[in-house]
């Protein structure tokens, strides 16, 4: 009999923050730098504030993205080259970042008593993580691309 197995990838075991607004971060690096990420399973992209593009060594691709924020506002949107994103030491991927004016959404954080954030860790990253949440526990598991 032929095993044709696939090895399991390795689980991470991320904290989340809940914060006063009932938003769930966590703290991942982005081209070795730390960032605060809102996890947003209804983003379909990962987004950084544009502000901090030089903070995590960004590179803004020069066209302008045709994005619309959750309403229908069109929102400057710029993507990025590629760039790596980890937990600690272990690889979740290189991710192409959109670049967004966060302003808006970090002043109705601090209304409500949250912390600001550095970005969204959306769709693109939580699919191609196997991503699972776990409310009780504060955490989000996510593969591995360590090899």
Do not use: W
């Not at 923050?17 to 991942?28: D, G, I, P, V, W």
């Not at 991710?95 to 959306?122: K, Q, W």
């Amino acid at each position: 009999m032929n095993d044709t197995t696939v090895p399991k990838k390795k689980q991470l075991t991320i904290p989340l923050e809940l914060t006063e607004s009932q938003h769930l971060l966590c703290t991942l690096s982005i081209n070795g730098k730390p960032a605060r990420l809102l996890v947003d399973t209804g983003a379909s992209n990962s987004c950084i504030a544009v502000s901090k593009k030089n903070d995590f060594n960004l590179t803004q691709e020069a066209e302008e993205l045709p994005l619309t924020a959750a309403g229908k506002e069109k929102i400057k949107a710029y993507n990025t080259t590629e760039s790596t994103l980890k937990f600690e030491v272990h690889a979740l991927g290189t991710v192409n970042f959109i670049l967004i004016d966060m302003g808006t959404i970090n002043d109705a954080l601090e209304e409500n008593g949250s912390v600001s954030i550095d970005g969204i860790l959306g769709g693109d990253v939580l699919i191609a993580n196997n991503a699972k949440i776990n409310y009780k526990k504060l955490s989000l598991k996510l593969d591995s691309k360590d090899d």
